[in-house]
């Protein structure tokens, strides 16, 4: 007989640790002996998230892992991507709970929230480290009273999100990945000049559109063309390295150079078949940063219901706080921002054939074969 066939058979409750897991929804206004119904709901819908904070971490730090090898895979970033997927359908879920939250009235909520303070949702160690491990900078983030974030966690949390901002995050190590991507190193060809010439001819094009328009006023007129000379500056940062880099020291871009016009690539020439994974992989991030903006406008117009203009029981400035982090507290917004440089696919410019074989699968084969 195996040791698998003596092994104990599994019971679902002890598998689960479920006497456990039951019992720890203790709440506040039942020990101060003032009942509150509704902090039940309240507590199991925050422990809830924890636990998928710790399936995203999870995830994440796999991902992590897989990106931390100079050499990754192609098989690995389709199994990034399977990830952030998983990621992506967990914060649905963490958006749609915030409605489950709301059945609670704001009269309920009055009748337990002073047992709760100071306790607060800053005081999340896992969400703090799902964002620096993302690549959230400390001076990206919003702040209330010049506090740093960590002040608000214990020591022992404190220091461990700090250790997690120390070390590379996905954002630096997607980066990485960018800029050495081979179908960068195309020696001297006229792709970048022709990919400028043909944002000239969409841009005039663009601009015949807005000075020919009759149902626009003067005014509106005026507005839009402004709107698209900054539109064309904007292309700087990706066909001008000095732009590029007065952009980055002025805040108003974070990814280098090389990696924004590597990713670049890889959006125009999607169809090519070793590029699909690569473009799901930053599809997929742009996805996890949309998601956790929605899931923090969603929270902001529900605590906005339950308490108003009120504090937040860990002393933030309540909705105004949450609106500040869902505006600036974004990750992958360059990622996002390389489709206002798109171009038509009748207007990209030929790849020569050697870039054409490299961007498809014989690219895998000559590589294995050591040519």
Same mark, same amino acid.
């Given at each position: 007989?195996?040791?698998?066939?003596?092994?104990?058979?599994?019971?679902?409750?002890?598998?689960?640790?479920?006497?456990?897991?039951?019992?720890?929804?203790?709440?506040?206004?039942?020990?101060?002996?003032?009942?509150?119904?509704? &902090?039940?709901?309240? +507590?199991? !819908?925050? $422990? /809830?998230?924890? =636990?998928?904070?710790?399936?995203?971490?999870?995830? %994440? *730090?796999?991902?992590?892992?897989?990106?931390?090898?100079?050499?990754?895979?192609?098989?690995?970033?389709?199994?990034?991507?399977?990830?952030?997927?998983?990621?992506? &359908?967990?914060?649905? +879920?963490? !958006?749609? $709970? /915030?409605?489950? =939250?709301?059945?609670?009235?704001?009269?309920?909520? %009055? *009748?337990?929230?002073?047992?709760?303070?100071?306790?607060?949702?800053?005081?999340?160690?896992?969400?703090?480290?799902?964002?620096?491990?993302?690549?959230?900078?400390?001076?990206?983030?919003?702040?209330?009273?010049?506090?740093?974030?960590?002040?608000?966690?214990?020591?022992?949390?404190?220091?461990?999100?700090?250790?997690?901002?120390?070390?590379?995050?996905?954002?630096?190590?997607?980066?990485?990945?960018?800029?050495?991507?081979?179908?960068?190193?195309?020696?001297?060809?006229?792709?970048?000049?022709?990919?400028?010439?043909?944002?000239?001819?969409?841009?005039?094009?663009?601009?015949?559109?807005?000075?020919?328009?009759?149902?626009?006023?003067?005014?509106?007129?005026?507005?839009?063309?402004?709107?698209?000379?900054?539109?064309?500056?904007?292309?700087?940062?990706?066909?001008?390295?000095?732009?590029?880099?007065?952009?980055?020291?002025?805040?108003?871009?974070?990814?280098?150079?090389?990696?924004?016009?590597?990713?670049?690539?890889?959006?125009?020439?999607?169809?090519?078949?070793?590029?699909?994974?690569?473009?799901?992989?930053?599809?997929?991030?742009?996805?996890?940063?949309?998601?956790?903006?929605?899931?923090?406008?969603?929270?902001?117009?529900?605590?906005?219901?339950?308490?108003?203009?009120?504090?937040?029981?860990?002393?933030?400035?309540?909705?105004?706080?949450?609106?500040?982090?869902?505006?600036?507290?974004?990750?992958?917004?360059?990622?996002?921002?390389?489709?206002?440089?798109?171009?038509?696919?009748?207007?990209?410019?030929?790849?020569?054939?050697?870039?054409?074989?490299?961007?498809?699968?014989?690219?895998?084969?000559?590589?294995?074969?050591?040519?």
């Amino acid at each position: 007989m195996t040791k698998k066939d003596e092994k104990k058979p599994e019971y679902y409750q002890d598998y689960l640790e479920l006497e456990k897991l039951l019992k720890i929804q203790q709440l506040n206004s039942d020990k101060q002996g003032q009942h509150a119904h509704d &902090e039940m709901l309240f +507590i199991i !819908i925050h $422990q /809830v998230y924890e =636990l998928w904070f710790k399936q995203i971490l999870y995830e %994440l *730090d796999s991902i992590i892992n897989i990106f931390s090898i100079n050499e990754i895979n192609e098989s690995n970033i389709g199994l990034c991507v399977s990830r952030l997927d998983r990621i992506t &359908e967990i914060q649905k +879920i963490l !958006i749609d $709970q /915030v409605s489950v =939250l709301e059945t609670m009235t704001p009269m309920d909520f %009055l *009748d337990f929230r002073e047992f709760l303070v100071p306790a607060s949702g800053f005081q999340s160690k896992q969400f703090r480290l799902i964002e620096n491990k993302l690549g959230l900078l400390q001076d990206q983030r919003y702040t209330y009273g010049n506090a740093n974030y960590k002040s608000y966690l214990n020591k022992n949390d404190s220091n461990e999100v700090q250790t997690s901002e120390d070390a590379d995050n996905l954002f630096v190590l997607m980066e990485k990945w960018l800029e050495r991507t081979p179908f960068l190193n195309w020696g001297k060809t006229s792709f970048w000049k022709e990919y400028e010439a043909a944002i000239n001819e969409m841009l005039s094009y663009d601009r015949s559109l807005i000075e020919n328009n009759e149902n626009y006023s003067d005014k509106e007129r005026k507005i839009h063309l402004k709107h698209h000379q900054s539109t064309k500056g904007s292309f700087g940062v990706v066909i001008d390295e000095k732009k590029h880099k007065k952009m980055v020291e002025n805040g108003e871009w974070r990814l280098s150079h090389q990696a924004t016009q590597a990713a670049l690539l890889i959006l125009l020439y999607r169809d090519q078949p070793i590029l699909y994974n690569p473009y799901k992989l930053l599809t997929k991030l742009v996805d996890v940063d949309e998601l956790f903006t929605t899931w923090r406008h969603r929270h902001v117009l529900m605590v906005s219901r339950m308490i108003g203009k009120k504090i937040g029981t860990g002393g933030s400035t309540g909705t105004k706080y949450l609106n500040k982090t869902a505006e600036k507290h974004q990750i992958f917004k360059d990622i996002r921002e390389l489709t206002t440089f798109l171009i038509p696919r009748s207007s990209l410019p030929t790849l020569p054939s050697k870039i054409q074989d490299d961007l498809g699968f014989y690219y895998h084969v000559r590589k294995k074969n050591g040519k």
